[in-house]
């Protein structure tokens, strides 16, 4: 599908320069002299590479069209995580590498979301929010209110994030895996 060069948002996938590149930000620019452009930086999916690009609005570019699928989480081994397709019972596996980071948040039988571009998975789509327990944490220091401020802790996943002075070891709380902040106690 054809986009203009002013639609470019962050996370979309592109199809540039015979590659699919992931969009991580854009600025929209207007110099005092010529036409305003969107500046883009985007990051290769096959390759690694970064490339910075200058679209004008009467440039178009191809938006990859992506297949959005839902599997389970199974297990993991050195190289691979594995995935089943609760209606198909397909299995497949991604390389650690595709997940990164994502990779701590998965348990067993979570659902996610794959995205495959020509049948090759090339991202995936946690929850928005996932329960974790905490490992451990430092005491709260006594007259710190709670609004003052946050105390490093680390959960059951080996993760480290702030949490408020009240959470204790062994709490159960919930985590937005966007921006792998504490959201709540449970």
């Known amino acids: 599908m054809k986009i203009s060069g002013n639609e470019i948002k962050p996370g979309m996938l592109l199809e540039h320069k015979d590659d699919l590149w992931e969009v991580l930000k854009t600025q929209h620019v207007k110099p005092g002299k010529g036409g305003a452009f969107n500046q883009v930086e985007m990051k290769s999916v096959n ?12 440039d178009t570019v191809e938006k990859a069209s992506l297949e959005e699928i839902s599997f389970n989480y199974l297990y993991e081994d050195e190289s691979d995580y594995y995935f089943i ?28 979301k794959i995205n495959f571009y ?6 995936l789509e946690l929850p928005n929010q996932i329960t974790c327990e905490i490992e451990s944490t430092d005491v709260a ?11 490093p802790a680390i959960l ?11 959470i204790e070891n062994g709490d159960k709380i919930i985590i937005d895996t966007r921006s792998i902040e504490y959201i709540k106690k449970i």
């Open 47 to 58: 390759r690694g590479t970064k490339l910075n690009e200058r679209f004008r609005s009467s």
């Open 85 to 112: 397709n609760q209606k198909s019972f397909e299995q497949i596996n991604i390389k650690k590498d595709i997940v990164g980071e994502k990779g701590k948040f998965l348990k067993e039988e979570l659902e996610v």
């Open 118 to 123: 020509e049948e090759k998975p090339i991202s």
């Open 141 to 151: 220091l006594k007259g710190q209110t709670v609004s003052s401020s946050y105390k």
């Open 156 to 166: 059951d996943n080996g993760l480290k994030i702030q949490v408020p002075p009240f």
